[in-house]
């Protein structure tokens, strides 16, 4: 499996910048493995099933005007729709 740590990134929330609030950010890729084995089989037999994935990004509060704290409210209250972008712009 590929792993890397990401060292400086670009992350934007709702299209506000909020990288110099955030902490860490953590990317989890799954795949369902349905058990396939049959009655005689003398291994275990599993077919490639549907794929997940999930974004956990950790970050600092900040309660100032249009800042972290009211695009969560913005999200919440549903009147904005939420997207994120995180961009690598260093490895490590």
């Known amino acids: 499996m590929a792993k890397f740590v990401l060292t400086a990134g670009y992350v934007t ?3 506000s910048t909020i990288t110099d609030h955030v902490q860490s950010i ?6 369902d493995l349905p058990d396939a084995t049959a009655m005689g089989d003398t ?3 599993f077919l490639s099933g549907v794929k997940s994935w999930s974004m ?4 600092f509060q900040d309660f ?8 969560n409210w913005a999200i919440a209250n549903g ?4 997207t994120i972008q995180v961009k690598a712009t260093g490895y490590g």
């Open 13 to 15: 929330l709702t299209g």
């Open 26 to 31: 953590e990317v989890t890729v799954d795949k």
């Open 43 to 45: 291994w275990s037999e």
């Open 56 to 59: 956990t990004v950790n970050y």
């Open 64 to 71: 100032a005007s249009g800042n972290v704290d009211a695009l």
């Open 79 to 82: 009147t904005t729709s939420p």
